[in-house]
């Protein structure tokens, strides 16, 4: 009966959510907000930054100080009156290490910055100089409170994220990007009390119940199976989301007589790529982050992999241009010379396996962050052998969704082939299929260069 419950209970995380980004943002950013706020006669900025698990991950294996994180925060936040750089000075601080995906903690900072008093009304400027190369919401609001007033603002007067705690599920997928702020500002009464820091009102145990959340729990050996097979099927499940080249996959083995053990071949090219391609990106993250931060690598592996896909595509659509003239010459010989009863096959050759190679690369060069964000934990949890395998359960997943979409493949262009539009379809297929890959490398491309320059 109790193995029974296990496989059940197995069986409903099949179909449990598989995203493990348990901040709502990705695992890879970095999140500011700066609330200049007038109190009376003077100002105050309220500064948050909210780290997610990856970027967290390193600042805490340098260590976390909160003192220190208000020094350095406040030396890149710029405050002008007037035209006058003014200081600010930390004045109250909290750090705390909110729960995130897979065990690993997210960083959250909040700072309390006194700033000059005003004299009189006053232009006031602020920009924020804090992680400017990392991704992530930058939010900046004016407010004023005990009878001073604001005039002009170039940004609103109330947060949209209640200071990162609840971001806005409408512009997840287009954060804000606001790193300066000006205002009038006409002060108040004198000897206002300055503002607070609400604390937390964070959830310290974001739910995890997907991939990630596996490496924190222990199995037995019926439980680990269960395990495995529910991350194979998260990771098939995965690669239906857009890209990891499945368009690619089919128009390649269309366009060059691929043969099922061609889409076999490939399946297994994409496990190991992406299982090396998440090592890598680990590597990054433990040993080079004070040169380069793993969100970096994203858009350069997508630019190789876009110019990848157009060279692949080229070579087929080379191919099968010299096909069609070997074609057209063989039976313009045929005409003038014939042999009685002698057979010509003119179909094109199979695919090379460099050419598969490439594909196989392609299509599993982008590592999934959420397998990124098992490694870590895993790590970080000593569990560095259980970390492994359910990275490779799910790059195999992700592969066996990659094969089982080039073998549909294979059996349509057979399908087109029986049926006869006087041969017409069957000829045109492998050329529109090499058509199909130049784009889509071409689409990839021009979406990777904004991000690498």
């Known amino acids: 009966m109790k193995k029974l419950l296990v496989f059940l209970v197995a069986a409903l995380a099949l179909f449990a959510p598989a995203a493990a980004t348990a901040h709502p943002l990705g695992n890879f950013t970095v999140n500011r907000y700066a609330e200049l706020v007038a109190a009376g006669d003077r100002l105050y900025v309220v500064y948050v930054l909210d780290m997610a698990e990856i970027p967290a991950f390193q600042a805490r294996r340098d260590g976390v100080k909160a003192d220190e994180y208000a020094t350095r925060l406040g030396e890149r936040l710029a405050l002008h009156v007037d035209g006058r750089r003014a200081s600010l000075r930390p004045v109250a601080r909290t750090v705390r290490f909110p729960r995130g995906a897979g065990g690993l903690r997210t960083l959250r900072v909040e700072v309390l910055y006194r700033g000059p008093r005003l004299a009189g009304d006053a232009r006031v400027e602020l920009r924020d100089r ?20 604001i005039s002009e603002s170039t940004v609103p007067t109330r947060t949209a994220t209640d200071r990162l705690r609840r971001y806005p599920k409408d512009l997840l ?19 206002a009390p300055r503002p607070t820091l609400a604390g ?19 199995f037995g050996p019926l ?9 194979l099927f998260w990771g098939a499940a995965h690669a239906l989301s857009p890209g990891h080249g499945k368009a690619i996959v089919t128009a390649y083995l269309v366009g060059s007589r691929g043969a099922p053990r061609h889409a076999f071949a490939l399946g297994g090219i994409v496990t190991v790529t992406h299982t090396i391609g998440v ?34 595509g080229a070579s087929v659509l080379h191919a099968r241009w010299q096909h069609r003239r070997a074609h057209a010459h ?14 010509h096959d003119h179909a094109p050759a199979e695919p090379r396996w460099r050419g598969v190679v490439a594909v196989g690369i392609s299509g599993g060069l982008l590592p999934c962050p959420s397998a990124l964000v098992v490694l870590l934990a895993a790590i970080s949890l000593h569990k560095v052998a259980l970390g492994l395998l359910l990275i490779v359960a799910f790059s195999v997943g992700l592969a066996t969704t990659v094969t089982g979409i080039g073998l549909v493949a294979l ?8 049926v006869d539009f006087d041969g017409r379809v069957a000829r045109l297929l492998p050329a529109l299929s090499a058509l199909v890959i130049v784009l889509a490398g071409v689409a990839m491309t021009l979406r990777a260069v904004p991000d690498v320059l």
């Open 130 to 149: 804090n992680y400017g190369d990392r991704l992530g919401w930058r939010e900046i609001v004016v407010r004023a409170e005990a009878g001073a007033r």
């Open 173 to 191: 997928s287009s954060p804000l990007e606001v790193e300066s702020a000006a205002a009038r500002v006409e002060p108040g009464e004198a000897g």
């Open 200 to 218: 937390s009102s964070v959830a310290d145990d974001r739910s995890d119940s997907g991939f990630a959340g596996l490496v924190e729990r222990d």
């Open 223 to 231: 439980g680990l199976v269960a395990a495995l097979a529910a991350v």
């Open 279 to 312: 090592f890598a990106l680990g590597v990054v993250t433990l040993a080079l982050s004070q040169f380069i931060v793993p969100e970096q690598l994203y858009p350069w592996l997508g630019l190789v992999s876009g110019l990848l896909v157009v060279a692949i």
């Open 330 to 343: 063989g039976a313009h010989t045929h005409h003038h010379h014939a042999h009685g009863g002698g057979h």
């Open 411 to 418: 059996l349509a262009r057979r399908a087109f082939q029986r």
